[in-house]
């Protein structure tokens, strides 16, 4: 009796399982993969059909074009000089930034009284425009790097001092006495409450302030500049040049890639080395 009843259980169970398994290959890595190259070759074949009869050709231009003037970018010594200058220009001003950011967010969140007297005028500071300051900066330090790289600094800088400031205003207190009744020094403090409690907004703060230095520096480019992509982007423009245009955002979107995947690669080994990368919850079949 229990066999015939525990029967038709087991068969649904079964099938249960047998469909779970069909929607994960369906959602696997590669098929996601191969949809996004799908919805990627029907945008274009769109485009270039859609590019003269429907869409202004002098804006949109084609993609054939468009791969055509990326190809020459690539290609020419000075389309590799601008890539440079800007690169050099996002990784010292991102750099900068971290640094600056974290360096007051543990000073004022390690001093509270520092902190409440500070803060505010941070927060005033951080309500201007940055592409507003950035004419100031071209006065202060010129038309060279040094004015992008300023500009490309104040944005990682915010995100990074309010992450880590607000992330010391919230450490658990009750850790903090437990290892200080315990005999904890500072020492003990930072590995064992600060660090981790200040690993994720880090790191957060990290992947926010990659695309405002970008942003910052290419803002700064276009003011005023002598080479970079926001030089050759806004010179593009001025010729109505839009293939030129659309190739240098691709080069731009390539950056913002690979600066995000290389952070987020430091991300998963620098929490994973620290033993704060969440556990797998344990499948079905484990159970079993």
């Known amino acids: ?29 590669g098929t996601l993969v191969a949809l996004r190259v799908v919805v990627i070759a029907v945008v274009l074949g769109l485009w270039q059909v859609l ?17 055509a003037s990326l190809v020459e970018l690539l290609g020419s010594a000075s389309g590799w000089s601008d890539i440079r200058a800007t690169v050099i220009e996002v990784v010292a001003g991102f750099s900068m930034g971290v640094v600056l950011g974290a360096v007051l967010g543990l000073v004022l969140g ?8 500070l803060e505010p005028l941070i927060a005033a500071f ?6 507003a300051l950035a004419p100031l900066f071209l006065l202060f330090f010129g038309i060279g790097a040094w004015s992008k790289i300023t500009i490309a600094m ?4 915010f995100v990074m001092f ?7 205003r ?8 437990i290892v ?81 995947g290389l952070l987020s690669w430091l991300d998963s080994l620098a929490l994973k080395r620290l033993g704060l990368t969440p556990r797998s919850r344990p499948s079905a079949a484990e159970h079993s």
């Open 1 to 29: 009796m229990v066999a015939a009843t525990d029967s038709p259980v087991r068969k649904k169970t079964e099938v249960v399982v047998a469909a779970r398994k069909r929607s994960d290959r369906w959602q696997g890595q």
């Open 51 to 67: 590019s003269g009869p429907v869409l202004p050709e002098y804006a949109v231009s084609r993609p054939t074009e468009v791969a």
């Open 110 to 117: 390690s001093f509270p009284l520092a902190g409440r007297v």
């Open 126 to 131: 951080n309500g201007i425009p940055k592409i």
């Open 154 to 157: 104040i944005g990682p800088a």
């Open 162 to 168: 309010y992450n880590i400031y607000l992330g010391l």
């Open 170 to 177: 919230l450490r658990e207190r009750e850790l903090v006495e």
């Open 180 to 260: 200080q009744v315990m005999g904890g020094r500072r020492l003990h403090l930072l590995v064992y409450v600060t660090i981790p409690t200040l690993a994720a907004p880090f790191f957060a703060a990290l992947k926010t302030g990659g695309p405002l230095a970008i942003l910052g520096v290419i803002g700064a480019e276009f003011i005023a500049s002598t080479e970079g992509l926001g030089h050759g982007l806004f010179t593009a423009a001025q010729n109505l040049d839009a293939a030129s245009e659309f190739a240098g955002l691709i080069v731009l979107i390539a950056m913002t890639l690979i600066l995000n």
